[in-house]
Nanobody, 124 residues
Framework: QVQLVESGGGLVQAGGSLRLSCAAS????????MGWFRQAPGKERDVVSA????????YYADSVKGRFTISRDNAKNTVYLQMNSLKPEDTAVYYC?????????????????WGQGTQVTVSS
């Protein structure tokens, strides 16, 4: 069992930055691929970024490429999402998720564990 706890969300003006963190429990964190998803009101939960267990391979949705950076520190059981140049359309609840597969997936259904989510609000 893996428990995930997100932090770092908040209210920021357009053009600002936030760094989300996702702390995981359990000794097998380093074997999980990790993903960040977001869900805006009335919309589906979509992938934002994902990373393999090793951190060597990453994925970014087109809407965040060049602005967001995913990283992980397996020694600290933590995955991060650095978000720069934020836009109002980035407003959503952000979730981190863990997949037992070593390689990442962009599909929510492929993830086995989810955090409770953290709200990110970007004002114009």
């Amino acid at each position: 069992q893996v428990q995930l706890v997100e932090s770092g969300g908040g209210l920021v003006q357009a053009g600002g930055s936030l760094r989300l963190s996702c702390a995981a429990s359990g000794r097998t964190f380093s074997s999980y691929a990790m993903g960040w998803f977001r869900q805006a009101p009335g919309k589906e939960r979509d992938v934002v970024s994902a990373i393999t267990w090793s951190g060597h391979n990453t994925y970014y949705a087109d809407s965040v490429k060049g602005r967001f950076t995913i990283s992980r520190d397996n020694a600290k059981n933590t995955v991060y999402l650095q978000m720069n140049s934020l836009k109002p359309e980035d407003t959503a609840v952000y979730y981190c998720a863990a997949s037992k597969g070593a390689y990442y997936s962009t599909m929510p259904g492929d993830y086995d564990y989810w955090g409770q989510g953290t709200q990110v609000t970007v004002s114009s």
